[in-house]
Nanobody, 125 residues
Framework: QVQLVESGGGLVQAGDSLRLSCTASGGTFTNFRMAWFRQAPGKERDVVATISQNSDSTYSADSVKGRFTIARDNTKNMLYLQMNSLKPEDTAVYYC??????????????????WGQGTQVTVSS
């Protein structure tokens, strides 16, 4: 059974940085396309960034491009999201997601098979 556990969220001020981590267990991590999603209160769960199985390709939403970086370490079964220049509108619960297989960057939450429990990121102005 695949389990994803996020960590690293917290309360920060605008302009600060945070790094989220996601630990994966079960399954074969190198088969998974990974992604970060976020969901603000009253809003839909939206993709933030995705990464291919071997890290040769990444996708970032326009709203975070140039500020957030997704990365993975297949030797440790870890996924990361480095978030710089945080803005109040980045406030949300951030979720780690995994899809078993695939060759493109999937941006719909329906495309992912496994989810973490989420970690809260709050950015104050």
């Amino acid at each position: 059974q695949v389990q994803l556990v996020e960590s690293g969220g917290g309360l920060v001020q605008a302009g600060d940085s945070l790094r989220l981590s996601c630990t994966a267990s079960g399954g074969t991590f190198t088969n998974f396309r990974m992604a970060w999603f976020r969901q603000a209160p009253g809003k839909e769960r939206d993709v933030v960034a995705t990464i291919s199985q071997n890290s040769d390709s990444t996708y970032s939403a326009d709203s975070v491009k140039g500020r957030f970086t997704i990365a993975r370490d297949n030797t440790k079964n870890m996924l990361y999201l480095q978030m710089n220049s945080l803005k109040p509108e980045d406030t949300a619960v951030y979720y780690c997601a995994a899809r078993d297989g695939g060759r493109v960057h999937y941006t719909s939450s329906n495309a992912y098979d496994y989810w973490g429990q989420g970690t809260q990121v709050t950015v104050s102005s």
